[in-house]
């Protein structure tokens, strides 16, 4: 969640391009351009240095991040059309598990991650796979309640999903391809143009 708040803010002041790549050239001769050094894995950005430690972002960081959001985004996105909805029909994102208790979401719709609907929708649960697990353990109720909606589920193998490559390589980018689909990242950049 760390790296999504620090590739958001990156990308929000102009240190990395819509590619997540370091923008040298525009940093050239700022306060910040020493910030960017060659490392072992290519090119990183120094967030914290002292003394012998180091704190930096690589390029392969940001590769990395970018690929996952673009994965998380696709399967959103293909499984809102494959249910026939648009964003618009959605009332409520449940974020579970530990990761969710740190997300930012404004920082993860600015990124791609997750759609640019409003914060209030979105909604955190916390670790959802123990609770349930503890409360079908202490009630036959809950337990076939549980079962009666596991047999409603779907299964969908995105991967081999007619679309999910293309959803997949248009999310590759901040926040995607189509700004038009994060109206909110439209307007910040707007009004601060990094």
Known sequence: SGMIDAISEMYMTGIIDRKGKFARERLKGTASSWRIKEGEEGPEYVLCEEGKCRVSLTEVDVENILRAKAAIYAGVSLLIKEVGLSLDAIEKVYIAGGFGNYLNVE????????PDMPLEKYSFLGNTSVAGAYLVL????????AGEIAAKMTYIELSVSP???DEYMSALFLPHTDMHKFPTVEKLIARNPG
Do not use: T
Request: hydrophobic share 55%; aromatic share 6%.
């Open 138 to 145: 202490l009630s036959e109720d809950l337990r076939k309640e």
């Open 163 to 165: 679309g999910f490559m």
């Open 107 to 114: 920082r993860a719709i600015i990124l791609g991650m997750l």
